[in-house]
T-cell receptor
């Protein structure tokens, strides 16, 4: 059982280049999330998808777009990368445990450097 | 919004020592998770613990929801326990996003 899988693990981009971070989960979860982690800032939510076909902005959506391709996959796109987007990106999915309880699972992260 | 505070921010242990990490939250929660971020950056689920006590090997966690805190106990620490420990609570009115504490950075020396 792979859980949440992100690709790539590492990437270096030049300013202005574009790229897509891929995320897939095999746990049949409805909700999926993209976070970024920066030193001193903790993890901040970029976008989330409560279910297939829906996406919503989080705290720091500027400069990013997302696609919920199907229930398994949730991708994050940087259209024109900027040095401020240098960060570690995490994809997560959320398991519904019933009675309002949920548990989140994270991918292994993508370390992105924009030069 | 809810505030999640962890203490201590840093901790250095000799291998074999025990430790207690604390997580305080400012509002009522019905869900709390503990994660370990290892030196390679992976976020690993340790416990889902909205209340009560759970144990997994050398690690155990207790949440007292009525008093708004959770504790993570590490016994007989090993060098592989090094990394950052986070607690996090979800906000269902914000899509279920997790609010993380700032973490406790643990270093276990051989």
């Amino acid at each position: 059982n792979a859980g949440v899988t992100q690709t790539p693990k590492f990437q270096v981009l030049k300013t202005g280049q574009s790229m897509t971070l891929q995320c897939a989960q095999d746990m049949n979860h409805n909700s999926m999330y993209w976070y970024r982690q920066d030193p001193g800032m903790g993890l901040r939510l970029i976008y989330y998808s409560a279910s297939e076909g829906t996406t919503d902005k989080g705290e720091v959506p500027n400069g990013y777009n997302v696609s919920r391709l199907n229930k398994r996959e949730f991708s994050l796109r940087l259209e024109s990368a900027a040095p401020s987007q240098t960060s570690v990106y995490f994809c997560a999915s959320r398991k519904n445990l019933g009675q309002g309880n949920t548990e989140a699972f994270f991918g292994q992260g993508t370390r992105l450097t924009v030069v | 919004g809810i505030q999640v505070e962890q203490s201590p921010p840093d901790l250095i242990l000799q291998e074999g020592a025990n430790s207690t990490l604390r997580c305080n939250f400012s509002d009522s929660v019905n869900n709390l998770q503990w994660f370990h971020q290892n030196p390679w950056g992976q976020l690993i689920n340790l416990f889902y613990i909205p209340s009560g006590t759970k144990q997994n090997g050398r690690l155990s966690a207790t949440t007292v929801a009525t008093e708004r805190y959770s504790l993570l106990y590490i016994s007989s620490s090993q060098t592989t326990d090094s990394g950052v420990y986070f607690c996090a609570v979800p906000r269902y009115n914000q899509g279920g996003k997790l609010i993380f504490g700032q973490g406790t950075e643990l270093s276990v020396k051989p």
